[in-house]
């Protein structure tokens, strides 16, 4: 079993910032990337940002400058901060992990996601 516990989501006022953190536990054997997630109501789940094991990321160009993905010190938590939020930031934001299991086939991991909304 692999768990992805997300934190950090809520609620914030426009031009606010949030950062959302999520852990690997379980048993993945090794992580390839770790990246993050969203979807807002009627809409479909759009990519945000990743980052591999080689320290290398990856952005929505439109969240390009906003938002900043990174790792912590032991590789199995992933952080989004996100920074001059506007509504259409509004959404579940989900962390994705793909990585090898115990059996040794490479596996799409989702979080359960975080609420993030945007309002004044």
């Known amino acids: 079993q692999v768990q992805l516990v997300e934190s950090g989501g809520g609620l914030v006022q426009p031009g606010g910032s949030l950062r959302l953190s999520c852990t690997v536990s379980g048993s993945i054997v090794s992580i390839n990337a770790m990246g993050w997630y969203r979807q807002a109501p009627a809409d479909e789940r759009e990519f945000v940002a990743k980052?591999?094991?080689?320290?290398?990321?990856l952005y929505a160009d439109s969240l390009k400058g906003r938002f900043a993905i990174s790792r912590g010190d032991t590789g199995n938590t992933v952080y989004l901060q996100m920074n001059n939020l506007k509504y259409g930031d509004t959404a579940v934001y989900y962390c994705?992990?793909?990585?090898?299991?115990?059996?040794?086939?490479?596996?799409?991991?989702w979080g359960q996601g975080a609420q993030v909304t945007v309002s004044s």
């Open positions: 980052i591999t094991s080689g320290g290398s990321t």
């Open positions: 994705n992990v793909l990585g090898y299991g115990s059996d040794s086939i490479l596996h799409d991991y």
